[in-house]
């Protein structure tokens, strides 16, 4: 299986600042057509997780843009150019290049 | 788009159980759809995706043998199936809609399966 970590494990943000969540995999998610095979979600208290990028730096429909995501191979990044109140959850990568498909471990996100 | 999963359910151990998830406003053929598991606490697992089209179903290996998924298409529903229930079982399972060129874009609102031993 692919292992995919994450960091930080859990970060609280001052409203209006930027914040940054790491994802590394143990082996490249970059296909041979191009894409990497990495998504991000964020699951809200109590809710169904929601896709907020795919293909590691494609926005997901209704995603605001201060939503961003970058990297390849082996070393992606999700950043939040200013954290807004209902950011607040658990943030997961997740790699699709081979099944079993698997998440990180998971980033809480607080608002201080 | 919406998926719909079933209600919770209450199992001992060693019973059977199907639970499922009924999918409108898209076309099945065209997307996988997927079945996932949230133990209390903890993070998400794939159990298993399915093709309805043709059936084409990719187990994750550490669930398989122990889960079965399988489509109904005249209905638009997928089902996710135990033969014999653990105490380990109880979790949150979601179902959710999959390519891997467009991500998960589209999740039930989950079934809680709670065993008892």
């Known amino acids: 299986d692919i292992v995919m970590t994450q960091s930080p494990l859990s970060l609280a943000v001052t409203p209006g600042e930027p914040a940054s969540i790491s994802c590394r995999s143990s082996?490249?998610?970059?296909?041979?057509?191009?894409?990497?095979?990495l998504d991000w979600y964020l699951q809200k208290p109590g809710k169904s997780p929601q896709l907020l990028i795919y293909?590691?730096?494609n926005r997901a429909s209704g995603v605001p843009d201060r939503f961003s995501g970058s990297g390849s191979g082996t070393d992606f990044t999700l950043k939040i150019s200013r954290v807004e109140a209902e950011d607040v959850g658990i943030y997961y990568c997740m790699q699709d290049l081979q099944m079993a498909y698997t998440f990180g471990q998971g980033t809480k996100l607080d608002i201080k | 788009v919406q998926l719909v999963q079933s209600g919770a359910e209450v199992k001992n151990t060693g019973e059977s159980l199907q639970i499922s998830c009924q999918a409108s406003g898209y076309n099945l053929n065209y997307y996988w759809i997927g079945w996932l598991r949230q133990m209390p606490g903890k993070g998400l697992e794939w159990l298993g995706i399915?093709?309805?089209?043709?059936?084409?179903?990719r187990y994750n290996p550490s669930f398989q043998g122990h889960v079965s998924i399988s489509v109904a298409q005249s209905s638009n529903t997928a089902y996710l199936q135990w033969r014999s229930l653990r105490a380990s079982d109880t979790a949150i399972y979601f179902c959710?809609?999959?390519?891997?060129?467009?991500?998960?874009?589209?999740w039930g609102q989950g079934t809680l399966v709670t065993v008892f031993s």
């Open positions: 959710a809609r999959h390519t891997p060129q467009t991500g998960t874009d589209f």
């Open positions: 082996q490249s998610l970059l296909h041979s057509d191009g894409n990497n095979y």
């Open positions: 293909l590691g730096s």
């Open positions: 399915i093709y309805p089209r043709d059936s084409d179903t």
